[in-house]
């Protein structure tokens, strides 16, 4: 993974330069991880429609957050929640009324094993597993979308020993992934594909059960007066963009 | 007070998990760092590869092929488990073996340049007093290569303490189990708790110096020649 993001980190960089279209330029990126895939995918048909090229980086929405307090020369940022595009607004590091929820993620929970998740809320009443793998509440919104699931289910208090938590939903979707944790809430863009389960078992969990997971982005002072920037931007919230976040399990 | 219970037990179990490593080190890296010191084969440049190997490769990759093996589908795991011992990540000794095989090089070659240093001339000479080799080792090695088995203990228990990415990949971050005082640290940034941040770091920066300061006051090596 990270070998192939450096060559397609490379790849933009040596496009970038050697590129001849007239108009066309460049907007750095800070993506949440959760967003890695589906922001490829938006990126090449952004690149297709408007010829401009994106130069993305993928990390943990704190260390951007940081980063960008920091100075850091992002011109987008896509956090993984909605808290941290509104601290930078209010800290006036953020272009005033360009936040807005580009995706609303999805929970599922999720079994490396094939049958081992039929129906989700009996699985976990029986609490016959392990571990119960989640992205840290605290960081994560993802982790604390998984625990307003328990609470409403009345189960938090019983399972709480079970837990086993990732910082992020990439390494919560590892501990499952590898079998360490028979079970986990993990993003249904991490083991869903237009709508279906790809591997092992797993339940989607309703979205009534839990807060919206919402994602915000957020134009950065970089990137004010930047044509390429502010195209991105309208570029997520058009159709096109839709249909790729919904094919990878985003609303 | 923006030093916690949960701060105070994080560090708590750090020292436990580098003492325990620490201690594990020394009676696996002697024996490995007294056969480097006294063998001339083509495996020798093999196993100081080996167990140079943590210091290239990045934790966090160590970390996730450490959670594929010793997790229940890799073999590791399939050998604990038929042991009845269950897997290892999620756990303080899963912890361990990660530390154990992370700071390796910083303990076997502070000690197999000290043996080395010892030369072989003490050996023959107490040899030929009728000391057996494990005599010899206690009464005449250990003494002699003492400043590197203390440099040794020292980087392996600091090199534990200093450890995150490892410990991240495998530990799950369990209260009082798996989690340390760095993975603490970790999540008070990310939760853009800075506060807590700055004095848990503050209290890593300082115990960092004044052992690693301990560490080139007893070593008269590193001390220069006087």
């Known amino acids: 993974m990270k070998f192939r993001l450096f060559l397609s980190a490379l790849g933009c960089l040596f496009f970038s330069l050697v590129s001849p279209a007239a108009q066309a330029s460049t907007v750095s990126v800070a993506v949440a991880s959760n967003f890695t895939q589906p922001m490829r995918a938006i990126a090449r048909a952004f690149h297709q429609a408007t010829g401009n090229q994106t130069r993305l980086a993928f990390g943990s929405s704190g260390n951007f957050y940081a980063q960008i307090k920091n100075g850091a020369p992002f011109q987008v940022f896509l956090s993984a929640d909605a808290a941290k595009p509104r601290k930078l607004e209010q800290a006036g590091l953020t272009v005033k009324g360009s936040r807005f929820t580009y995706a609303i993620g999805g929970l599922v929970l999720w079994s490396s094993r094939p049958d081992f998740v039929k129906d989700g809320a009996s699985t976990l009443r ?126 | 007070m923006s030093f916690s219970q949960a701060d105070l037990a994080a560090i708590l179990l750090t020292l436990r998990l580098a003492a325990t490593a620490t201690l594990l080190l020394l009676l696996i890296g002697t024996p490995i760092a007294w ?80 043996i080395e240093n010892v030369g072989t001339r003490p050996l023959e000479v107490a040899a030929t007093l009728r000391a057996g080799p494990w005599d010899a080792f206690w009464t005449v090695v250990l003494p002699l290569a003492r400043t590197g088995f203390m440099t ?19 530990g799950g971050n369990i209260p009082g189990v798996t989690r340390v005082a760095s993975v603490q640290l970790y999540d008070h940034v990310e939760a853009l708790e800075y506060t807590q941040a700055h004095w848990l770091a503050g209290v890593l920066v300082v115990f960092a110096f004044v052992l690693l300061l301990v560490l080139y006051t007893l070593n008269p090596v590193w001390r220069g020649k006087q």
């Open chain 2, 152 to 170: 040794g203990a020292i980087l392996g228990f600091a090199h534990t303490v200093g450890e995150f990415g490892l410990v991240l990949m495998i």
């Open chain 2, 35 to 114: 056969w480097l010191a006294n063998h001339r084969t083509r495996w020798k440049a093999v196993v100081s590869a080996i167990v140079a190997m943590p210091l290239v490769l990045p934790p966090t990759v160590l970390g996730f092929y450490l959670l594929l093996l010793l997790g229940p589908h890799g073999p590791v795991g399939k050998l604990t488990e038929s042991l009845g011992l269950g897997t290892l990540p999620f756990t303080f000794w899963g912890l361990v073996v990660g530390s154990v095989i992370y700071s390796l090089p910083f303990v076997v070659q502070p000690i197999q340049n000290a």
């Open chain 1, 126 to 251: 029986h609490a016959h597993f392990n571990k119960l793998g989640i992205a840290n509440p605290k960081l994560a919104p993802y982790g604390s979308a998984a625990v307003q699931v328990l609470q409403h289910l009345h189960l938090y208090h019983r399972l709480t020993q079970k837990f086993v938590m990732g910082e992020n939903i990439a390494q919560t979707y590892q501990f499952v992934m590898s079998g360490n944790a028979d079970l986990g809430f993990v993003a249904q863009s991490q083991v869903t594909r237009h709508g279906k389960i790809t591997q092992g078992s797993g339940w989607i969990v309703p979205a009534n059960l839990h807060k919206p997971i919402r994602q915000d982005a957020v134009l950065l002072l970089p990137g004010k007066h930047d044509p390429a920037a502010l195209a991105l931007l309208r570029f997520l919230k058009g159709a096109r963009a839709h249909t790729i976040m919904q094919s990878y399990g985003y609303h």
